[in-house]
């Protein structure tokens, strides 16, 4: 017991440290004058506007599924500019208070020296930069299949679209990044994961703007996960990383969230802690001005958004070739049972659904895409239990 609350003390002091820094470094970035960053501010929201018509963009998709979210872009960029406001009313964003916007501390330097055009060039090269590590550390780690099922969850969920929208920007480049530090330095993390996970959660929260966070807990616990079935851990471990590690990036965005009311209230004398609330109400209600939007609504529009035509035939085609697979590859059922902690990361979108059934409903166009999870999960589950390993032939370890 007192090592379990030794651990938890310092997994307290770890948050705070967290939460002092992504202070700080907000309070820094907006020193920057706003004649360094203005002509690029508005000239990134010129094109914003031309894009979506004043609203969002759909390019030549046409479906829901392609749409970016050039409004909330836009607030993005507006937020860039102190207009008026002291530093510390600028960098805990008194008209957008319930969020850390931490964005900022990467967008608004960059803001000096590059237009959104040149901005959305780098995503991309950063993006598909850390795309292709995690899918070469992936196939050394865990075999061409997974990485292969790594790459096609991603794909699925149109990954292709987000160095068009900042907003999704995001927790696309901590998922990869949680990824490639899990499947380059497992010898160094793999003892210290409730921490790793603790701090995932929590730049999670800092940096996104409640998008589609649960692919940034879904695919490094998969990898988590699969890296343990590779080494032979017992179920009940496999059990409890999985809801342990879980709990822990949950609580951690959640406390993170909520650390925003105390800090941004000391700095503006703003009520932040009721901006909150009333956000938390309004998103887990389900109530959507005269209707009353219930779990299932949520679960099946998201649905029917991530699986059209193309992906349903993707899917289909991976599950496909996972049990196949699998059959020529018969296992004892122990084996079977064993992995399940990893079909089971399958069901986290769903939870998510439910719990933020409003929010799903309103925003299914992005929400969606954390469906690539249960994409990830079901296709990997097939592979790890195929047999004793994840694949037949796994370059040696660095």
Avoid at 18 to 41: G, K, Q, R
Avoid at 193 to 212: N, R
Wanted: hydrophobic share 50%; charged share 15%.
């Amino acid at each position: 017991m007192k090592q379990c609350f030794r651990r938890v003390g310092k997994w307290t002091l770890l948050l705070a440290g967290l939460i002092v820094c992504y202070t700080a470094s907000l309070l820094a970035v907006y020193l920057i004058p706003d004649e360094w960053v203005n002509d690029h501010v508005q000239s990134a929201v010129t094109i914003l506007k031309e894009e979506g018509d004043g609203g969002y963009a759909n390019y030549f998709w046409h479906v829901a599924y392609g749409i970016t979210d050039n409004l909330t872009d836009k607030e993005m960029f507006l937020g860039m500019l102190k207009n008026g406001r002291t530093t510390a009313q600028a960098a805990m964003r008194t008209d957008y208070s319930r969020y850390w916007h931490g964005y900022a501390v990467t967008l608004r330097p960059l803001c000096v020296v590059l237009s959104i055009i040149n901005l959305r060039f780098l995503n991309m090269m950063l993006l598909f930069a850390l795309f292709v590590l995690c899918y070469w550390h992936c196939r050394r780690r865990l075999g061409a299949w997974t990485a292969f099922f790594f790459g096609a969850g991603l794909v699925m969920s149109f990954i292709l679209i987000a160095p068009f929208c900042q907003q999704y920007m995001t927790v696309y480049l901590l998922t990869l990044s949680a990824c490639y530090g899990l499947l380059r330095f497992w010898e160094r993390l793999r003892h210290r994961l409730p921490e790793f996970f603790l701090t995932l959660g929590s730049l999670v929260c800092f940096f996104d703007f409640l998008t589609f966070p649960v692919l940034a807990l879904g695919y490094p616990l998969l990898v988590a996960l699969l890296l343990q079935v590779k080494a032979g851990e017992a179920s009940s471990r496999l059990w409890s990383q999985t809801i342990g590690l879980s709990a822990i990036w949950l609580v951690s965005y959640a406390a993170t969230w909520l650390c925003k009311a105390p800090v941004g209230t000391l700095l503006t004398g703003q009520n932040v802690l009721a901006d909150i609330l009333k956000q938390v109400a309004f998103r887990t209600t389900g109530n959507w001005e005269y209707v009353v939007v219930t779990p299932i609504d949520s679960i099946l529009i998201n649905l029917k958004t991530f699986f059209i035509g193309s992906n349903v035939l993707c899917f289909a085609l991976l599950l496909g070739a996972a049990a196949l697979r699998a059959l020529r590859r018969p296992q004892p059922l122990a084996h079977w049972v064993r992995t399940l902690p990893v079909a089971a990361v399958a069901l986290w979108p769903f939870v998510w659904y439910c719990v933020l059934q409003n929010h799903v409903r309103l925003h299914f166009w992005m929400t969606n895409k954390q469906l690539a999870v249960t994409v990830f999960a079901l296709c990997a589950y097939l592979t790890a239990a195929a047999r004793d390993g994840l694949c037949e032939k796994v370059s040696k370890e660095t």
